[in-house]
C-alpha cells in the first residue's frame, strides 16, 4: 500500500512537469504545420507559451457604413440634446427674470395687493417682508450666473 502512494505521487509529480514542457511549432517543406515536445534538428521553430491561454481573436471591426451611421445618430442625439439644454435655459431665465420684478414690486410698494379665493386683500407687513425674504432665497438658488 505504501509502495502505491510514493508510485502515485511520482507520477503526479512527472505528469505536471510535462504539462509544464515546451512545445515548438515549426513548419515542413510540404506546408504542413507541427507540433512537437522536441525542436526539428536544421530548422527554426517557434516555442509556444503553454501556460497562458491564447489571446482572444479581435472583434471584427465596424465597417465604414455601420461607424456612419452611428456617428449620424449620435449627431442627432447631441443636437436634442442641446436643443433641451436651450429650452432649459431660457425657461430658467423666463423665471429668474419674473422673480426680480416680484422682487421689485415687493420692496418698493408697500401696499402689495394679493388674490386669495377670488378676493383681493392687502398683504400685512410681516408676509411682505416673508415674501421678500423667499424671492431672495430662490433668486439665491436658481438665479446665479
Avoid at 455601420?66 to 456617428?71: M, P, T, W
Avoid at 395687493?113 to 432665497?137: D, M, P
Wanted: net charge neutral; aromatic share 2%.
Amino acid at each position: 500500500m505504501r509502495s502505491m502512494v510514493i508510485v502515485g505521487s511520482l507520477l503526479l509529480a512527472l505528469s505536471s512537469s510535462t504539462m509544464a514542457a515546451q512545445v515548438y511549432k515549426w513548419v515542413d517543406a510540404q506546408g504542413i504545420t507541427h507540433f512537437s515536445a522536441q525542436p526539428p534538428q536544421g530548422q527554426a521553430a517557434q516555442t509556444l507559451n503553454t501556460v497562458t491561454p491564447p489571446p482572444k481573436p479581435a472583434a471584427a471591426e465596424p465597417d465604414a457604413s455601420e461607424s456612419s451611421a452611428s456617428l449620424v445618430d449620435q449627431e442627432k442625439i447631441d443636437r436634442k440634446v442641446k436643443q433641451q439644454v436651450a429650452e432649459q435655459e431660457a425657461e430658467r431665465k423666463r423665471y429668474c427674470e419674473t422673480l426680480q420684478t416680484n422682487l421689485a414690486q415687493l420692496q418698493n410698494n408697500p401696499r402689495v395687493r394679493v388674490e386669495e379665493n377670488g378676493e383681493v386683500r392687502r398683504l400685512k407687513e410681516e408676509e411682505r417682508q416673508s415674501r421678500i425674504a423667499e424671492t431672495k432665497q430662490k433668486i439665491e438658488e436658481n438665479c446665479k450666473q
